[in-house]
């Protein structure tokens, strides 16, 4: 019996393989015979990669762009583009210079008082969405509907929001935000809610979760900016001598609280948390892989979330897990180093991030060392 090759697969499951491909990928295999050929030019393949690209922040398309619209030659030179940059990268043309396309006013005065910002708004990624924060109340809007709000979300207890992050999901279908807010009045607490905009219902927001931390209890309590990415989100918290991130899986219901020697910098990027902390002339970073830490989750169900009160003493009873980090020092450059490659997996995708620079790394056995452009200012 002959072996199966890959070209007796249906050609609708080929076609579901190779949108989970890269790009160069795909372009490989059509090379290879006829029927991969005539298979890598199906419309419905490259919207699905043209998709891929978009989410993945390589492009940011038009508000009115509509893919189903477009041929393939149209779609392929949009996928060109993202990796050629904007035309107007490439030719100064005045033509092709920048052009005013519409304003959209929104009625939020932008006052600052006591180092607090009573107003703060934001453009999404796809240029669709404008996140706005005023005072205690969340809105969105429509940038192609002249500014229409198509969502809003009031704080708890009339908190103002001092910062919020917002990521619009893959889908298109949906807004997920993560606010940071203080309220003045007595009980002085500093809230952490994480809400949820669908565009296919006008006007319907869930609130999956909302945390608050005391602030008699203790002073510091929440001290960073939320970072959110997909449906993973966080927050620095300080609890007197110790500082943590709490990172919450809203999807699932879950979290986990990282322990940090010292004040951290937090980023997220899809399926990993980013953490930069200063020790001396050095700078510490680990890169976590949150699907890595399975066992170390465990379900927010344990405690009300919907109205959960942190305090001191919750917060030194919670399980939390420590990563050490590697140091960079810039000091004096002995001899080139070739850095391993750092990949970033996740499902349908991997990021290679190269790096060949010069630079002396403290790092002890069995530690990845990572690019010092990473730890750059």
Same mark, same amino acid.
């Given at each position: 019996?002959?072996?199966?090759?890959?070209?007796?697969?249906?050609?609708?499951?080929?076609?579901?393989?190779?949108?989970?491909?890269?790009?160069?990928?795909?372009?490989?295999?059509?090379?290879?015979?006829?029927?991969?050929?005539?298979?890598?030019?199906?419309?419905?393949?490259?919207?699905?990669?043209?998709?891929?690209?978009?989410?993945?922040?390589?492009?940011?398309?038009?508000?009115?762009?509509?893919?189903?619209?477009?041929?393939?030659?149209?779609?392929?030179?949009?996928?060109?583009?993202?990796?050629?940059?904007?035309?107007?990268?490439?030719?100064?043309?005045?033509?092709?210079?920048?052009?005013?396309?519409?304003?959209?006013?929104?009625?939020?005065?932008?006052?600052?008082?006591?180092?607090?910002?009573?107003?703060?708004?934001?453009?999404?990624?796809?240029?669709?969405?404008?996140?706005?924060?005023?005072?205690?109340?969340?809105?969105?809007?429509?940038?192609?509907?002249?500014?229409?709000?198509?969502?809003?979300?009031?704080?708890?207890?009339?908190?103002?929001?001092?910062?919020?992050?917002?990521?619009?999901?893959?889908?298109? !279908?949906?807004?997920?935000?993560? +606010?940071?807010?203080? /309220? &003045?009045?007595?009980?002085?607490?500093?809230? *952490? =809610?994480? $809400?949820?905009?669908?565009?296919?219902?006008?006007?319907?927001?869930?609130?999956?979760?909302?945390?608050?931390?005391?602030?008699?209890?203790?002073?510091?309590?929440?001290?960073?900016?939320?970072?959110?990415?997909?449906?993973?989100?966080?927050?620095?918290?300080?609890?007197?001598?110790?500082?943590?991130?709490?990172?919450?899986?809203?999807?699932?219901?879950?979290?986990?609280?990282?322990?940090?020697?010292?004040?951290?910098?937090?980023?997220?990027?899809?399926?990993?948390?980013?953490?930069?902390?200063?020790?001396?002339?050095?700078?510490?970073?680990?890169?976590?892989?949150?699907?890595?830490?399975?066992?170390?989750?465990?379900?927010?169900?344990?405690? !009300?979330?919907?109205?959960?009160? +942190?305090?001191?003493? /919750? &917060?030194?009873?919670?399980?939390?897990?420590? *990563? =050490?980090? $590697?140091?960079?020092?810039?000091?004096?450059?002995?001899?080139?180093?070739?850095?391993?490659?750092?990949?970033?997996?996740?499902?349908?995708?991997?990021?290679?991030?190269?790096?060949?620079?010069?630079?002396?790394?403290?790092?002890?056995?069995?530690?990845?060392?990572?690019?010092?452009?990473?730890?750059?200012?």
């Amino acid at each position: 019996m002959p072996s199966p090759k890959l070209e007796d697969l249906a050609d609708d499951v080929l076609l579901y393989l190779l949108k989970l491909c890269e790009i160069s990928s795909v372009l490989s295999l059509s090379q290879t015979c006829r029927y991969f050929h005539l298979l890598s030019q199906e419309r419905q393949l490259w919207i699905a990669l043209v998709q891929s690209l978009t989410h993945k922040l390589f492009r940011d398309p038009l508000p009115d762009e509509n893919l189903q619209t477009l041929s393939t030659h149209g779609l392929l030179t949009l996928a060109k583009r993202a990796a050629r940059g904007p035309e107007t990268w490439v030719d100064s043309s005045p033509a092709l210079a920048p052009t005013f396309v519409r304003e959209v006013r929104v009625p939020c005065p932008m006052v600052h008082h006591a180092n607090f910002f009573a107003g703060r708004a934001a453009l999404l990624s796809g240029g669709q969405y404008v996140a706005l924060a005023y005072r205690t109340t969340f809105m969105l809007l429509k940038v192609t509907n002249a500014g229409e709000v198509v969502g809003a979300h009031d704080t708890r207890g009339g908190a103002h929001i001092h910062s919020f992050s917002a990521e619009v999901a893959a889908d298109q !279908d949906s807004v997920v935000v993560v +606010l940071y807010t203080e /309220l &003045l009045a007595a009980p002085r607490r500093r809230g *952490f =809610e994480v $809400i949820r905009f669908s565009m296919r219902t006008e006007g319907h927001v869930e609130t999956p979760l909302a945390l608050y931390v005391r602030k008699d209890l203790f002073n510091e309590g929440f001290w960073r900016d939320p970072e959110l990415s997909g449906t993973h989100a966080s927050i620095v918290i300080f609890n007197k001598p110790r500082w943590m991130v709490l990172v919450v899986d809203w999807a699932v219901s879950s979290y986990i609280l990282v322990d940090v020697p010292q004040r951290p910098h937090t980023s997220m990027i899809p399926g990993h948390l980013v953490l930069a902390c200063s020790s001396g002339n050095c700078i510490e970073i680990s890169i976590l892989h949150l699907d890595s830490l399975r066992e170390h989750w465990q379900p927010i169900g344990n405690l !009300d979330w919907s109205a959960a009160i +942190l305090n001191g003493s /919750l &917060l030194s009873t919670l399980p939390t897990i420590f *990563f =050490e980090t $590697i140091s960079l020092n810039p000091g004096t450059i002995a001899e080139p180093l070739l850095f391993p490659s750092l990949c970033l997996r996740e499902p349908a995708r991997e990021q290679e991030i190269q790096h060949t620079r010069a630079c002396s790394v403290q790092h002890a056995p069995g530690r990845i060392p990572l690019p010092w452009s990473l730890a750059e200012p």
